[in-house]
T-cell receptor
Framework: SQTIHQWPATLVQPVGSPLSLECTVEGTSNPNLYWYRQAAGRGLQLLFYSVGIGQISSEVPQNLSASRPQDRQFILSSKKLLLSDSGFYLC?????????????FGPGTRLTVL | RKEVEQDPGPFNVPEGATVAFNCTYSNSASQSFFWYRQDCRKEPKLLMS???SGNEDGRFTAQLNRASQYISLLIRDSKLSDSATYLC?????????FGTGTSLTVIP
């Protein structure tokens, strides 16, 4: 069966510090991968998605970036965090089947920028 | 206009009640539909997919009306453990669009 891992689970970082969040998927190949952010009490905001290695689509212009160095690895980064980057970061995967696709989420990383 | 819109609630209902959530979507080309459940400070988890003919899973019934671009979720005989936020999700192309969620609290 497929599983998705994210780490760390929680993170407290000062403003201006760098960020690296990692997501890995097991049990499937060539998944679509997604990064979302959920601010406190708000809906999910799609940040990036990837349909293959090295292919990243950015949905929202901001100081975050994403990379997919391996088929089942998706990394979210920032060179300098802002206070507004605080939130719950969720990685998700789907098989990419156009009419039969379903999305599954990792446990998330709760980031607090101070 | 938002891709997916939901009534945020909150819905506060007694145990055993029946509660219904509604959701509308804006793109008539959307091809798949889902309800997810999100517990406080946890990740969203798939509750059920929504099929054109309507589908049922125990106490949960989902309906899709493509003509009206409307999705619903009915929960019968509410349990305390049903308390959560329910997210309406629409797949359009290769992107999933999420509603902001409807909060449900089931009261003893």
């Amino acid at each position: 069966s497929q599983t998705i891992h994210q780490w760390p689970a929680t993170l407290v970082q000062p403003v201006g510090s760098p960020l690296s969040l990692e997501c890995t998927v097991e049990g499937t190949s060539n998944p679509n991968l997604y990064w979302y952010r959920q601010a406190a009490g708000r809906g999910l905001q799609l940040l990036f998605y990837s349909v293959g290695i090295g292919q990243i689509s950015s949905e929202v212009p901001q100081n975050l970036s994403a990379s997919r160095p391996q088929d089942r690895q998706f990394i979210l980064s920032s060179k300098k965090l802002l206070l507004s980057d605080s939130g719950f970061y969720l990685c998700a995967w789907s098989k990419g089947y156009l009419n039969l696709d379903t999305q599954y989420f990792g446990p998330g990383t709760r980031l607090t920028v101070l | 206009r938002k891709e997916v819109e939901q009534d945020p609630g909150p819905f506060n209902v007694p145990e055993g009640a029946t509660v219904a959530f509604n959701c509308t979507y804006s793109n008539s080309a959307s091809q798949s539909f889902f309800w997810y459940r999100q517990d406080c400070r946890k990740e969203p988890k798939l509750l059920m997919s929504v099929y054109s003919s309507g589908n049922e899973d125990g106490r949960f019934t989902a309906q899709l009306n493509r003509a009206s671009q409307y999705i619903s979720l009915l929960i019968r005989d509410s349990k305390l453990s049903d308390s959560a936020t329910y997210l309406c999700v629409v797949l359009t192309g290769n992107q999933f669009y999420f509603g902001t969620g409807t909060s449900l609290t089931v009261i003893p």
